[in-house]
């Protein structure tokens, strides 16, 4: 087999529940594969490094796509897909993010994936490079020590460094 | 003769491929690993892994709702 350039960079911007999975899994899976991997996390992708995963929270509000099952319950009550049957404007109540960030959570569960946490230290201690974009520390007021430690800082620069040793690039 | 056998039942992606990696990372080239899977994705997972890192794949089948794989390491 043709042997290809084994690295492989990802730019995580997005800091909502949802989309905390793919690059873990995705980074994890290319260290599996026997790939160099390295993550520049910026703009709300920074939320992906801080200490605190807790505020992690993905919400029903202009998330039409989203589908809505429940994760226990009879089975017939979990074939429902309650996503499209509610009007967005009804999620604007108190503490509907905390409802569909728990109930995402115990369907991930259910389902055998694993927490981001989890994923996280996975990637930490299999050699994944993780970089926060230091411009975007300064402009959203976050501290180096709001984040987990054994991870590097730097700059668009930086991620061209790492961008310019790989072949496969994805944008989340 | 199998030397490890890897259960990964009620696991899903990303996991029985780390579980997997850090398996074969701990055994010696020619030895073989069983795997168990219930993660249907696992089919072609494992078959993409092996391709990729190089290590056989020696069988792969699928029986009593459970996806075997045995993996030679190389």
């Given amino acids: 087999m ?20 793919p690059p873990f ?30 505020k992690l929270k993905v919400s029903p509000i202009g998330n039409p796509n989203m589908p809505m099952k429940m994760p226990f319950g009879p089975k017939w009550l979990q ?5 499209p049957k509610i009007p967005n404007i009804l999620w604007n ?21 694993a927490k981001i946490e989890d994923l996280r230290t996975i990637c930490q201690d299999s050699g994944v490079k993780l970089i926060a974009c230091e411009m975007t520390i300064g402009v959203f007021g976050y501290e180096r020590e709001d984040f987990i430690e054994g991870i590097e800082f730097g700059g668009a620069a930086t991620y061209f460094s790492e961008a310019a040793e790989a072949d496969h690039h994805l944008y989340i | 003769m199998i030397e490890k056998t890897l259960d990964t039942s009620g696991l899903n992606c990303p996991l029985p ?39 056989k794949l020696i069988e792969n089948k699928y029986s009593e709702n459970k996806y075997i794989f045995i993996i030679e390491k190389q």
């Fill in chain 1, 2 to 21: 043709k042997k290809i350039n084994n690295n492989m960079t990802i730019i995580a911007t997005k800091g909502t529940l949802d989309w905390a999975y």
């Fill in chain 1, 25 to 54: 899994i995705l980074a994890s899976t290319g260290i599996a594969m026997d790939k160099k991997v390295a993550i520049f996390f910026t703009f709300y992708g920074l939320n992906l490094l801080l200490k605190d995963l807790s």
């Fill in chain 1, 79 to 83: 074939k429902i897909n309650f996503g």
């Fill in chain 1, 93 to 113: 109540i108190p503490f509907a993010d905390n409802f569909t960030t728990y109930m995402m959570k115990k369907t991930m569960a259910k389902n055998g994936v």
């Fill in chain 2, 17 to 55: 491929i780390l579980k997997t990696k850090q398996a074969l990372n701990n055994m010696k080239t020619n030895q073989k690993l069983k795997l168990i899977a219930t993660d249907p994705g696992s089919v072609k997972d494992v078959e993409a892994f092996c391709t990729q890192t190089g290590n």
